[in-house]
């Protein structure tokens, strides 16, 4: 009996954006598995400059626009997205995350799970991954 291991039975095409910050490690900024696409967390790194950008609100809207330009370089939107989770290292400022969220997705109103954590990657205050199904 042979053994199968992942590679062999997943099929996972890396996406990826210069309009995006590069990943933080070893890591796609998305993967594609036959109708879905996960996005990696996002954080307030500006990708011109590669820096966090500085105070909750900013980072959470440079996440947002990271994530939107992830979903382009996968043909899809925020339209697309059928679950997301949120990792905020204060839940204090949900109200005002929240207001981001809906801004950036309309009226479109998927899944979603918020977290408060004690720290995230490069000192940001916020982190979103997405799951997206966008038939090819």
């Known amino acids: 009996m042979s ?3 992942a ?6 095409e890396a996406i990826a954006t210069e309009e995006a910050p590069a990943a933080l490690g070893p890591y796609a900024q998305a993967v594609r598995v036959g109708d879905f696409v996960y996005t990696s967390g996002q954080v307030g790194i500006d990708p011109g400059s590669g820096q966090l950008v500085e105070g909750f609100e900013a980072q959470a809207r440079q ?3 990271n994530l939107a330009h ?7 939107s925020f339209a697309d ?10 839940l204090g400022r949900f109200a005002l995350l929240n ?7 309309g009226g479109h ?9 004690a720290a995230l990657p490069a000192g ?3 982190e979103i991954d997405l799951v997206v199904h966008r038939p090819r």
Request: glycine letters at 0%.
């Open 81 to 90: 997205v059928v679950k997301a989770t949120i990792y905020v290292v204060d």
């Open 7 to 12: 590679s062999d039975r997943l099929s996972l």
């Open 63 to 65: 996440v947002m626009r």
């Open 70 to 76: 992830v979903l382009e370089a996968a043909d899809a």
């Open 124 to 126: 940001a205050e916020v």
């Open 99 to 105: 207001q981001i969220y809906a801004e950036a997705l």
């Open 3 to 5: 053994m199968s291991t």
């Open 109 to 117: 109103r998927p899944a979603r799970s918020t977290v408060e954590v």
